[in-house]
Each structure stands twice: as structure tokens, then as C-alpha cells.
């Protein structure tokens, strides 16, 4: 370690504050003509005031500063300067600098250890645990929790067999099963076996067409019987299995049912779960842990979020630049600078088309749908940087910037080519995936978006289109056209509403900037799933104190609200039938390793899997906390 930065944040001036940055050097050499580079989510605005340095440049989190002509370091000595102007007040502790690094004048560069932002008017305070210490109804470690169950608990068998007669489809699935939970805990005890053995216990199967399709009966007696109408009804009741048998396993507080039933079916079809790729590229392995995690939490959809402002990840045979450059951030790439996060170096990557065959043919065998998503038209700062030949050459530049802070960063809908890159896209991405549900973004595009474009300027004016909205509204419905003509839904944000929207009819739009937008979006005739970010983004911090990790745009949200939040809300009973489900989202700008997902990701995605499945008759907070414990993390 050489050089350190320290971030102090005080409120005033009000709004935002002043955000104070002290580079200190711990070299043995002196410091001189260089400058600093800072990753941070806590922008300044093109309006600002920077005391004691010059602010260079900033595009999106990325920003860059030098100190004034003469200025240098001797070894121990620091700089100090100041900036106002912020983008917002910061909301927790890693709302500064995340990483930093120097850049001499000969171009090298030195890495800079970075601390936590702290308060210069009050000291925080310590956050209190997120769970409770909770306590169990039934002893039985089953989460989701069923909506019927009456057994009595006893001692858990030494694994389960296979009754003669068993199906070799059913042979398969019990052992997808128990291999799921080997993957899930690899130092675990095997679950399920084809034969008997002293101690294990028989488990036959029976088909009930009368059972709902992911429905699932459990009797226990002298042998257990799983009755289902469907493959999926028998996998979801062989996963309760498995839950229960592994917490026995693990922890002497949990039992197994010796006699009783489980009867047992999900609250909504759409269980989903969304996955950001593109802030931080995440291997397909890890993607395929994910989606393990899921399985075991009897969550259906998983949204896998491919392409965003910082990199495209889906390999396009006709396109190779969006997984070229479009997929990579360097200090050396003036198109993809470094973001959230970030050292100078190469950061990316992308997953190859039999890559994603194999995550889809994975998922199908786990009973999830993939759903993947490319962004349109905001959101596609990567596209432009790999594909110039898209953009207006007589656009003003840095003429728009979306909350992000992006310049220029949509699909420009007056450059004909365009759509011929999309509908390229498109079909590719289609050969891919076989999900009916096909994810087109259409979230936060600058509400000045394409106004200084000649080429858009001409196409509204042919068009007799009215602003940034009307245009988008029209672009959007080309992409829908493109998709039904393959079979296709057009899924996307609730922004795709806006400017006139796309036609209700095969669209599902999920509802995300506050919860009372899924019933404006149902009573103008649009299907919805709910995944507001005050409940059901997983970035978000998890308390309000300035120590918490995360997120905070959208409030706190502790494991205890997204577990009791009622995503139907106030739905009237005549617009419920659009109301599709819930979904979970991971968005990932401040995940930079493991460990930081799964401090923000669990227990609260456990909580949402519940909310799914579970009635809220059945749900108990304190129940949960207890459980969730014992479930995976990546």
C-alpha cells in the first residue's frame, strides 16, 4: 500500500452536500504530474464547484481529477479538495469511492486503497441484526412454506428409496433432484437412492389429475406418497423432501413428518427472479449457481438481464464488435471507461451462444424458464461504443444523459440500420432461447433523448411524432412487430407505457418504480408482474443506518419488508386477473465479489420466493427467520 483516499461527506450546502476526497501518499518517493481516477455511484453534475483541484472529466460513475500545476506529494504529505455539485446526498457508507487509482504522466498507473465514506458532522451508529432469532411453528425446514400442511414430527429416515415400480422418468427426477442439492451443499449426505437400505425410507409416486399443474401431495405413513398431475407438481414436492430431509440433517432442531400430508400448490405462475450481467460480468458458472438457488427456492422464471450501458454479454455471430469492445471497460477504452468498482485494467466478459444453450437446457432441466433481456432503446452506451456505424454523426454530443449519466446512450430510431441490427439480434437471441417471453428494456431513456439527432428530428417530423416519448412509443412498437412475428410476448419495463405505449395485447410489463404503477398498467389493459424496487430490489441497503451496505434510491428495505409486502396490494378484484406474479431483482452496480451478493441478496431473496408461493394466511415472519438460515448462498 502507497497511496490511501479517504472520502468525508458533510450536508451542507444543501441539496446534496460536499463530498471531500484526501489522497495521501505512503511511498517513499514524492508525488508529481499525475492524476486521480474515482469509481463512485455519488456523481457530480455538470454544475458544480471543485475546491483545490481540477475536475477533468466524468462519464457516468467514472471521474477523473488532478491537482493545480505545481502541486506535489512528498512522501507522508496529502491533498485535499472538495466538490459540490453532487448528483444527490449520499445514503450510505460506499455511496464515494469505491476504487481509485494514479495515472502518471508517462501513463503508468498505481492502484490507491480506498475507506469508506464517513460522516464529518455525526458519528453512525451500529446497524442491528436483520433477523430476529425467530422460532419454529413445525419443525420442518421447508421454505417456501406450504400452503396445507398436518404432519407429525419425528425422526428423519437415513435416506430416502424408490418404491418398485417407479417410472424411469421418475427414476431421473428424484435424482435431478438430489444431485441439485449435492451442488447446492457439497458436503452435504445424499438425499435419495434408486434401492432400500437399513434405515431409509420408501417414496412412491402417483398421478392425480385433479392436482393444479405445480401442485403436489405428500402423504406420510409407512412409506410416502407424492402424487401430482404434472412433472412439475413432482419435482416441487420432491423438493420439499429434500428440504426437510437436509435440515434434519444439518440441525437438530428439525424433524420429518413420521404421519400427516402436505397439500400444497404456489400462490402465482410468475415466480421470477431477475440477474444483471452486465454492471459485473458474473461466469456461467456462477449464473448456473444461480439458477440452482433458485430451483431450490421454487422459483420458475429466472430474467437473465444481458446487455446494460456497461457491456454487452450475449455473443451475436453477426455483431462480434458488442462482445468485443462492447463488452469490455478499461482506462484505455475512452468508449467503456472503468465503472463502479473498477481498476484501470481489462474488466468483462461475455457468454458464447452454446453457452447460453447450455445455462437454458441446465434451467429446463431444474423446471425454470429463461427469459433474457437486451436493452432498448436506452440503456445501450455498449452498443455505440462497439457499433458506430448506429450513430447520428450530426448529433450534438453529450446532448442527453439518463439518470446514470451516460451521454448519447439509445438506440437512435432515425438511423435505419438501426433495426436491421436489431431484427439480427433478435433472431439470433430467438434461436437461443425458446421462452415465449422475450425482454426488450425500455426503462430510462433521457426525457430529451434524441431531440439533437437531424436523422430522429426527420423520422418524427415524417412520423408527426411529438417528443422523446412518441418516438420511443414508435420504436418500441417496431421491436414489438419484430417479436410477434416470431412468437413472441414483448416483456419490459413499465416505462414502455410511456408516449402512447405498445399494444396490451401479448405485452407483459413489469412494474417497478413504485407499486401503485401495476395498477395504472392493468387498467389500461397491460398484464404485470410486480417487482417494485421499495419491496423486491435486492441492491437496495437493508436498514437506514450509514454503516449498511447496498443501495439506497428506493428506501431501505429490510429482509422483514420485503418478506411481508403484499404485492397485490390494492388491486381492485376486477384487474386482478392481469396481476401475473412477483419477481426478485438483482441488479448488480455495487456487487463486485460473492461476498457482497450474498450479504444483499439473502435472506431477502428466500422472502420473495415465499411471497410467491405462499398465501399470506400462511406466511409467519418469525417462522422464516428461524428457517432461512439454512439456505444457499452463491
Known amino acids: 500500500m502507497t497511496y490511501f483516499l479517504e472520502n468525508r461527506w458533510t450536508p451542507d450546502p444543501l441539496p446534496a452536500g460536499t463530498w471531500e476526497i484526501r489522497l495521501t501518499n505512503l511511498s517513499d518517493a514524492t508525488l508529481a504530474g499525475f492524476t486521480l481516477s474515482v469509481t463512485t455511484i455519488t456523481r457530480i453534475m455538470p454544475v458544480n464547484r471543485v475546491h483545490g483541484a481540477r475536475f477533468i472529466r466524468r462519464v457516468a460513475n467514472y471521474h477523473e481529477f488532478a491537482p493545480f500545476d505545481g502541486v506535489t506529494l512528498a512522501p507522508g504529505e496529502a491533498w485535499t479538495f472538495r466538490a459540490e455539485g453532487l448528483f444527490r446526498s449520499p445514503f450510505h457508507r460506499n455511496d464515494a469511492a469505491k476504487t481509485a487509482w494514479l495515472t502518471r504522466a508517462d501513463g503508468s498507473r498505481q492502484p490507491v486503497m480506498v475507506g469508506d465514506l464517513v460522516q464529518g458532522h455525526e458519528a453512525p451508529v451500529l446497524p442491528p441484526p436483520r433477523l430476529p432469532e425467530g422460532r419454529l411453528t413445525l419443525p420442518f425446514a421447508l421454505l417456501p412454506w406450504p400452503n396445507r400442511i398436518e404432519a407429525t414430527p419425528g425422526p428423519a429416515p437415513v435416506i430416502l428409496h424408490l418404491g418398485p415400480g417407479t417410472t424411469l422418468a421418475d427414476k431421473r427426477l428424484a435424482l435431478s433432484v438430489d444431485a441439485l442439492h449435492a451442488r447446492l451443499f457439497p458436503a452435504a449426505r445424499k438425499l435419495i437412492q434408486l434401492s432400500s437400505a437399513p434405515g431409509s425410507r420408501e417414496l ?5 389429475a385433479a ?10 405413513g409407512d412409506w410416502i406418497a407424492l402424487a401430482a398431475s404434472t412433472e412439475a407438481g413432482r419435482r416441487y414436492g420432491l423438493l420439499s423432501l429434500a428440504q426437510m430431509l437436509h435440515g434434519a440433517f444439518a440441525n437438530h432442531d428439525f424433524r420429518f413428518p413420521v404421519t400427516g400430508a402436505i397439500d400444497d400448490a404456489p400462490r402465482y405462475g410468475w415466480r421470477g427472479c431477475h440477474l444483471d450481467v452486465s454492471r459485473h460480468f458474473w461466469t456461467i458458472d456462477e449464473v448456473r449457481r444461480v439458477v440452482d438457488i433458485l430451483a431450490w427456492h421454487k422459483i420458475n422464471i429466472f430474467h437473465w438481464h444481458l446487455t446494460d450501458d456497461e457491456g454487452w454479454r450475449a455473443e451475436i455471430i453477426a455483431y ?16 467503456m471507461l472503468p465503472q463502479l468498482g473498477d481498476g484501470p485494467g481489462v474488466q468483462g466478459g461475455y457468454y458464447t451462444q452454446d453457452e447460453m444453450r447450455g445455462l437454458v437446457a441446465h434451467a429446463a432441466s431444474l423446471g425454470i424458464e429463461v427469459m433474457p433481456e437486451i436493452e432498448t432503446p436506452g440503456h445501450a452506451a455498449c452498443v455505440v461504443a462497439a457499433l458506430p456505424f448506429l450513430v447520428d454523426p450530426d448529433e450534438t454530443p453529450d446532448s442527453y444523459q439518463p439518470v446514470q449519466g451516460y451521454p448519447n446512450n439509445s438506440w437512435n430510431p432515425g438511423i435505419p440500420e438501426t433495426f436491421v441490427v436489431l431484427e439480427q439480434i433478435i433472431d439470433e437471441l430467438c434461436r437461443i432461447f425458446p421462452s415465449r417471453y422475450f425482454h426488450i428494456g ?13 436523422k430522429a428530428r426527420i423520422l418524427m417530423q415524417k412520423e408527426g411524432l411529438a417528443g422523446t416519448f412518441e418516438l420511443q412509443s414508435w420504436f418500441l412498437n417496431r421491436i414489438k412487430k419484430m417479436l410477434t412475428a416470431r412468437g413472441k410476448v414483448l416483456v419490459g419495463w413499465n416505462e414502455v407505457a410511456h408516449g402512447g405505449g405498445v399494444p396490451p395485447e401479448d405485452t407483459l410489463l413489469m412494474a417497478w418504480e413504485k407499486p401503485e404503477v401495476g395498477i395504472e398498467l392493468a387498467e389500461r389493459g397491460y398484464d404485470v408482474v410486480m417487482t417494485p424496487g421499495q419491496a423486491y430490489y435486492l441492491d437496495m441497503v437493508q436498514g437506514p443506518d450509514w454503516l449498511e451496505n447496498g443501495a439506497g434510491w428506493a428506501g431501505p428495505v429490510p429482509p422483514e419488508k420485503t418478506y411481508g409486502y403484499e404485492a397485490e396490494g390494492d388491486f381492485p378484484d376486477a384487474l386482478r386477473h392481469h396481476m401475473r406474479g412477483i419477481q426478485a431483482c438483482i441488479w448488480c452496480e455495487h456487487f463486485t465479489t460473492r461476498a457482497w451478493f450474498n450479504d444483499l441478496v439473502f435472506p431477502r431473496l428466500s422472502a420473495v420466493a415465499e411471497a410467491g408461493w405462499t398465501r399470506p394466511e400462511n406466511k409467519d415472519w418469525l417462522r422464516f427467520a428461524r428457517q432461512v438460515r439454512f439456505h444457499p448462498t452463491l
Open 204 to 208: 412412491s409416486f402417483t398421478t392425480d
Open 211 to 220: 392436482l393444479p399443474a405445480e401442485g403436489y401431495r405428500l402423504t406420510f
Open 320 to 335: 462480434p464488435e458488442l462482445t468485443g469492445p462492447g463488452a469490455h471497460r478499461s482506462a484505455d477504452t475512452p468508449a
Open 442 to 454: 425500455g426503462d430510462e431513456v433521457a426525457k430529451n433523448a434524441w431531440l439533437e439527432s437531424p
